[in-house]
């Protein structure tokens, strides 16, 4: 399965880091595809936020570009997502995700809440 964890409130401006861990048979499909974040809002559709590739290639949003960094940790099974500088337009649920051809993964989600 995959968790994800890390979500909280916090204050405009500050940080937090979300983590996607692995486990089961889902470590395998892991270490081998890549995988992203999502995030979806109240009353908004799923979005990707960030992507990373196998061979740790990334991809962002234009809205969270030079703030959120996606990285993976393929010995501990767990990709992060570091975010920074957070808006209240951040707060939503965050998905971890791994796309196969085959099948997609999902995490649980982790809220994150941005307040003034």
């Known amino acids: 399965q995959l968790q994800a964890s890390g979500g909280g409130l916090v204050q405009i401006g500050g940080s937090l880091r979300l983590s996607c861990a692995a486990s089961g048979s889902i470590v395998r499909i892991m270490r081998i595809n890549n995988m992203g974040w999502y995030r979806q809002a109240p009353g908004k559709q799923r979005e990707l936020v960030a992507s990373?590739?196998?061979?740790?290639?990334?991809n962002y949003a234009d809205s969270v570009k030079g703030r959120f960094t996606i990285s993976r940790d393929n010995a501990k099974n767990t990709v992060y997502l570091q975010m920074n500088s957070l808006k209240p337009d951040d707060t939503a649920v965050y998905y971890c995700?791994?796309?196969?051809?085959?099948?997609?993964?999902w995490g649980q989600g982790t809220l994150v809440t941005v307040s003034s």
């Open positions: 990373i590739t196998t061979f740790g290639s990334t």
């Open positions: 995700k791994i796309w196969t051809s085959l099948n997609d993964y």
